[in-house]
């Protein structure tokens, strides 16, 4: 079982990046899956979602109307468009995959918003 991120990366103030969350080794497709983020001295926060139909989304007010979350089901990838970034969006980023008591992460990527 695999949740690899990718796409992190430094960034100025009011630019965008696109994380992406490869997964390998279950079945992909009946699993919510989520984009947490955690910064320097904070709790994990959970940042955006997205059902295993790709019907439903949220979003953490911090983010809302700035990060698209959405899934490739045939490319067993979840993605994470975040435009407009601020120096508060700082943080590793953490794909996350569950179903059921099934829960499982990815490594993490760094985004780090600065001038």
């Known amino acids: 079982v695999q949740l690899v991120e990718s796409g992190g990366g430094l960034v100025q103030p009011g630019g965008s990046l696109k994380l992406s969350c490869a997964a390998s080794g279950f079945t992909f497709s009946v699993y919510d899956t989520n984009w947490y983020r955690q910064a320097p001295g904070k709790e994990r926060e959970l940042v955006a979602s997205?059902?295993?139909?790709?019907?439903?989304?949220n979003y953490a007010d911090s983010v809302k109307g700035r990060f698209t979350i959405s899934r490739d089901i045939a490319k067993n990838t979840v993605y994470l468009r975040m435009n407009s970034l601020k120096p508060e969006d700082t943080a590793v980023y953490y794909c996350n995959a569950k179903y059921f008591t099934y829960n499982y992460w990815g490594q993490g990527t760094q985004v780090t918003v600065s001038s």
């Open positions: 997205i059902s295993s139909g790709g019907g439903r989304t």
